[in-house]
C-alpha cells in the first residue's frame, strides 16, 4: 500500500512550526522556572539580616563614647558661662557708683567752666587782682596758683573716676562678647546633643509590652522577647495539662515552647533541652524574656518578665500564671535565640 508523503513545503511548514512550537514551550518553561527561582528567593539580591539588639546595643555604646566628650564639653562652657554671668553682675555693681560719681565730678567741672565762660572770674577774685599791693603780690599769686591747683586737682580726680569706668565697662563689654559667643557655642552643641540622642532613641527596638493578663513590662529589648511574652501572657489562665503544648493547655516547658515558637525560635518541649538551648545569663544581666529555670535537676522553667516576676504553667490545678521567681530555688537563666 503506497505511503503518503507530505509535499516538500508542507513538510518545511510543519518543522517551521514544530520548531518555533518547541521555542515558546522552552520560553514558558524558563519563565516558569525563574518565577519559582524568585518566588524561593534564589533569584533576590542577598539580604542583609538585620542587626541584633546587642550589635545595636554595641553600636549605641560605640556612638556614645565619641558623643560623651561633647556632653561634658558642653558641661564646661555651661558652668564656665555661669561663673561669667556672676562675674558680669559683680562687674555691674561696680560701674553703677562709678558711673554715678563720673558724671557728679563731670557736672562739677561743667559748671565751673560755664561760670567763668559767661562771668569771668569770680568778684572775689576781680576785687583781689584790682586791689593788689605789691607787698601782697606773692599771697595774691598764691591764692590764685591755689585756686588753680585745686580746679586742676578736681579735673584730674574726674579723669581718673572716668578713667576708671571705662576700664571696668571695656572688661564687662569684653566679658559680654565672650558669654553671647558661648551661649552660641552651647545652644549649637545643644542642638547637636540632642539629635544624636533622639538618633539613638530611634535605633534602641520598642522595650514596653503592655497585654491585659500581664503587668506593663519595660525593657524588652528583643522583638523575639516582645512576641514570646504578648503570646505567653495571652495564655494566662489555661489550664496546666501534663505533655501539652498549646494551643489551649500547657505545662511548663509547653508554655515557654509555644510562645517563642510564635516569634520564629524552635525550642525543644524539655527544660533541660531548652536549658543547653539558650545562651547562659547572669541574673543580673537578666531582662525580659529571659528563660528562667528552677530546681537542680532543671524541673521547671518560666518566661521571666522582669522585676523578679514570671507567667509559667506552674501545675495540675494551676492554671498558666504571672508570679514571683522567688517562690523556687533559681537554678538560673538561658536567652534563647
Known amino acids: 500500500m503506497p505511503v503518503a508523503t507530505m509535499p516538500p513545503h508542507r513538510h518545511d511548514l510543519f518543522a517551521s512550526a514544530r520548531s518555533g512550537g518547541l521555542r515558546r514551550v522552552a520560553h514558558r518553561v524558563l519563565i516558569l522556572v525563574a518565577a519559582a527561582a524568585v518566588g524561593a528567593g534564589l533569584l533576590t539580591a542577598p539580604a542583609h539580616a538585620a542587626p541584633?539588639?546587642?550589635?545595636?546595643e554595641a553600636q549605641i555604646d560605640k556612638k556614645w563614647e565619641q558623643l560623651?566628650?561633647?556632653?561634658?564639653?558642653y558641661n564646661k562652657v555651661r558652668a564656665q558661662l555661669k561663673v561669667n554671668r556672676q562675674k558680669s553682675a559683680n562687674l555691674q555693681k561696680k560701674?553703677?557708683?562709678?558711673?554715678?560719681?563720673?558724671?557728679?565730678?563731670?557736672?562739677?567741672?561743667?559748671?565751673?567752666?560755664?561760670r567763668y565762660y559767661i562771668s569771668g572770674p569770680s568778684h572775689d577774685i576781680g576785687a583781689l587782682l584790682v586791689s593788689a599791693k605789691p607787698d601782697t603780690l606773692t599771697e595774691q599769686l598764691t591764692i590764685l596758683d591755689r585756686l588753680a591747683s585745686q580746679e586742676r586737682k578736681e579735673v584730674e580726680g574726674v579723669l581718673a573716676v572716668r578713667a576708671k569706668y571705662d576700664g571696668e565697662k571695656q572688661k564687662l563689654d569684653a566679658l559680654i562678647v565672650t558669654q553671647t559667643k558661648q551661649q552660641n557655642e552651647l545652644a549649637a552643641k545643644k542642638k547637636q546633643i540632642d539629635a544624636e540622642i533622639k538618633q539613638l532613641e530611634a535605633s534602641m527596638p520598642k522595650t514596653t509590652v503592655k497585654t491585659a493578663a500581664c503587668p506593663t513590662i519595660n525593657g524588652v529589648v528583643s522583638a523575639a522577647a516582645r512576641t514570646a511574652i504578648k503570646t505567653a501572657c495571652g495564655k494566662v489562665g489555661k489550664p496546666y495539662v501534663w505533655g501539652a503544648t498549646g494551643p489551649n493547655s500547657f505545662d511548663c516547658s509547653g508554655l515557654t515552647q509555644y510562645a517563642y515558637k510564635a516569634a520564629g525560635i524552635y525550642l525543644t518541649h524539655h527544660t533541660g533541652d531548652q536549658w543547653n538551648e539558650g545562651k547562659a545569663i547572669s541574673r543580673g544581666d537578666a531582662r525580659p524574656g529571659d528563660l528562667v529555670f528552677f530546681f537542680s535537676g532543671l524541673?521547671?522553667?518560666?518566661?521571666?518578665?522582669?522585676?523578679?516576676?514570671?507567667?509559667?504553667?506552674?501545675?495540675?490545678?494551676?492554671?498558666?500564671?504571672?508570679?514571683?521567681?522567688?517562690?523556687?530555688?533559681?537554678?538560673?537563666?538561658?536567652?534563647?535565640?
Do not use: C, W
Not at 68 to 73: A, G, R, V, Y
Not at 314 to 335: D, E, L, Y
Open 52 to 56: 541584633t539588639v546587642d550589635e545595636i
Open 68 to 73: 560623651e566628650p561633647t556632653i561634658e564639653q
Open 95 to 114: 560701674i553703677e557708683p562709678l558711673a554715678l560719681q563720673s558724671e557728679l565730678a563731670l557736672n562739677r567741672v561743667g559748671d565751673l567752666a560755664s
Open 299 to 337: 524541673s521547671h522553667v518560666g518566661l521571666y518578665l522582669g522585676n523578679n516576676t514570671m507567667v509559667h504553667a506552674p501545675r495540675a490545678g494551676k492554671p498558666v500564671q504571672v508570679s514571683s521567681i522567688n517562690t523556687m530555688p533559681v537554678a538560673g537563666f538561658r536567652r534563647p535565640g
